[in-house]
């Protein structure tokens, strides 16, 4: 059975272009969010095998996202997905629980290497 992943991007074109690669890579995306607040609702109602956050957003960011979901679940699986490689937000992202980081623009085979680490 397929691996279910809730991506969330407050950019729809990238919410698609992680949905194409994960698909393709035999994961089932059972929902997106555009931001933090709405990734936490959706984590709760789908609870999904791994969770995909952005950093930058409204309402609230990947990092205030992250911890809400840990809050809920301290054993969710989050993989960070941001265009800033900055080393601040990284440290912090995994001090606050995230599995893994990933730069934008994304390559395929470093998402799915990505999640097939934290989840298989």
Known sequence: ????????????????????????????????????????????????????LDITMPELDGIGALKGIKAVDPNAVCIMCSAMGQQAMVIESIQAGAKDFIVKPFQADRVISAVQKAIG
């Open 1 to 52: 059975m397929a691996k279910k992943i809730l991506i969330t991007d407050d950019a729809a074109f990238m919410r698609m272009m992680l949905k194409d690669i994960l698909t393709k890579g035999g994961y089932e995306v059972v929902g997106e969010a555009e931001n933090g607040q709405m990734a936490i609702d959706k984590f709760k109602e789908l609870q999904p095998d791994l969770v995909t």
